[in-house]
């Protein structure tokens, strides 16, 4: 499976972005998709994550209420709305496939190119 990042861009706190994760190859096998962020200097960490044949959830506490993710299964995407967006969203921002629902980054391979969020404050 590749996955590829996009959406990235700058914004204003307070405003709203949507970033896409496009899998290909073979799709039949994930069972999940992850965000994660790196942001300049620091460890990169776990945002959101949603179970491929169940839309299950899960996200980080720093970002629940302001990000959504979603899927669209039949054109292997899966989409991260981050709303409300604070400075500190500023990173750049991975999709990952996940062997399990989990925020632990060991759980997750093939990770794609990352897109660069910049919030301004």
């Known amino acids: 499976v590749q996955l590829q990042a996009s959406g990235g861009g700058s914004v204003q706190a307070g405003g709203s972005l949507r970033l896409s994760c496009a899998a290909s190859g073979f799709t039949w096998d994930i069972y999940g998709i992850g965000w994660f962020r790196q942001a300049p200097g620091k460890e990169r960490e776990f945002v959101a994550a949603?179970?491929?044949?169940?839309?299950?959830?899960i996200y980080s506490d720093s970002v629940k209420g302001r990000f959504a993710i979603s899927k669209d299964s039949a054109e292997n995407m899966v989409y991260l709305q981050m709303n409300s967006l604070k400075p500190e969203d500023t990173a750049v921002y991975y999709c990952a496939k996940a062997n399990s629902l989990s925020a632990v980054e060991r759980e997750y391979n093939n990770w794609g190119q990352g897109t660069l969020v910049t919030v301004s404050s």
């Open positions: 949603i179970r491929w044949s169940r839309a299950s959830t």
